[in-house]
């Protein structure tokens, strides 16, 4: 039998047990991501100073089922000599115990949101918890809780697993949801063939998040040259009209060129939760999105300059409408403010 060990904790009526490693269940990891370089470090911080901090458990049925401290519980199995930890049970129901694995990871890295995710959607699908229950629960709104179970419900089956086993980081996942499934199996098969960096797979995800159908296969098909390229270099070339001199033909390119990526940045931005996103991705983001948003401007003072010059002003703040086009100007494609991409 399990021998109680004195400690001092927060809760002092926790039960505080010395167990055998092998009675240490992990019938939860499913929810964690295996992570080899911290669980390496943990190792050699056991091997240095010993077990400073209990793990933390639930009584299942009789049998003891980790809640916390999986790096710890996977480094103490590869130590020789060491057969049992010290162990805090923290609840005898299976809610509580899903819910100490979110609070008990709110210092510190914490859990991913895809963690978080699946936590969750075990609340909601397995306990069988209403979103409005699962939120009051955790002191989330349900709104946070609705968008962690669109995160892992949209994300394919097969990239889930990778996560799980470390092969594939939260990053590269997160930007994997955002694509249709097709697009995510595709791209999961790839990685398999290649050999990429954590970065340039997110690389990867995010051009093909941007991409067209046909841009998405020819990243696909090169990923090494996207990687090169970025999705400006994988655009096909736009056909240049021959009616046009060198000059028109290089404007109409380039016209053509900003058109597809606005579209698709667009389209990107429409379909982005930043409140998902951590604190620094915002920033960035919202840095790089206000620059771009200066230089609209002094292309749109650009582009009236040449449309309608007596309405050009320098110091015009953007508008929402573009200026109109002259009754006599000629319909072509360069003029359509609809997004085909």
């Known amino acids: 039998m399990?021998?109680?060990?004195?400690?001092a904790l927060d809760d002092p009526t926790a039960k505080i047990l010395r167990l055998p490693l092998l009675q240490i269940g992990e019938s939860l990891s499913a929810l964690r991501i295996a992570r080899p370089v911290l669980e390496e470090k943990m190792r050699r911080s056991l091997e240095a100073h010993g077990q400073l901090t209990p793990v933390t458990a639930w009584l299942n049925d009789g049998k003891y089922e980790?809640?916390?401290?999986?790096?710890?519980?996977?480094?103490?199995?590869?130590?020789?000599?060491?057969?049992e930890l010290v162990v805090r049970v923290a609840a005898e129901d299976a809610i509580v115990a899903k819910r100490a694995m979110l609070t008990l990871n709110q210092l510190g890295?914490?859990?991913?949101?895809?963690?978080?995710?699946?936590?969750?959607?075990?609340?909601?699908?397995?306990?069988?918890?209403?979103?409005?229950?699962?939120?009051t629960l955790l002191g989330k709104d349900q709104s946070w809780v609705s968008r962690?179970?669109?995160?892992?419900?949209?994300?394919?089956?097969?990239?889930?697993?990778?996560?799980?086993?470390?092969?594939i980081s939260p990053t590269v996942a997160r930007s994997l949801a955002a694509m249709p499934r097709g697009i995510q199996e595709r791209l999961v098969e790839t990685l398999h063939r290649e050999t990429f960096t954590s970065r340039q797979v997110a690389t990867l995800a995010a051009l093909l998040a941007t991409a067209s159908p046909t841009a998405a296969e020819q990243i696909l098909a090169h990923p090494g040259e996207a990687l090169t390229k970025g999705l400006a270099g994988m655009l096909p070339e736009p056909p240049r009209d021959l009616s046009l001199g060198v000059i028109a033909a290089e404007v109409d390119r380039q016209t053509r060129l900003v058109?597809?990526?606005?579209?698709?940045?667009?389209?990107?931005?429409?379909?982005?939760?930043?409140?998902?996103?951590?604190?620094?991705?915002?920033?960035?983001?919202?840095q790089g999105l206000h620059v771009l948003w200066r230089q609209l401007i002094q292309l749109q003072k650009a582009m009236r300059s040449k449309l309608s010059p007596a309405s050009a002003t320098p110091d015009t703040a953007a508008e929402e409408n573009a200026p109109p086009s002259s009754p006599a100007a000629p319909t072509s494609r360069t003029s359509s403010s609809t997004c085909t991409a």
């Not at 980790?66 to 057969?83: C, Q, S, W």
């Not at 892992?152 to 799980?164: D, F, G, H, S």
């Open 66 to 83: 980790l809640v916390d401290g999986f790096k710890r519980l996977h480094a103490a199995r590869r130590i020789p000599g060491l057969t």
């Open 148 to 167: 962690r179970l669109s995160l892992v419900e949209r994300l394919i089956e097969t990239a889930q697993e990778e996560m799980r086993l470390g092969l």
């Open 259 to 286: 058109l597809n990526l606005a579209c698709r940045l667009t389209t990107t931005l429409d379909r982005t939760d930043f409140i998902t996103l951590k604190t620094t991705e915002r920033s960035i983001l919202e």
């Open 2 to 7: 399990p021998v109680a060990v004195a400690m």
């Open 109 to 135: 890295a914490g859990l991913s949101a895809l963690e978080e995710a699946w936590v969750i959607r075990s609340l909601v699908r397995e306990e069988r918890l209403h979103q409005k229950k699962v939120a």
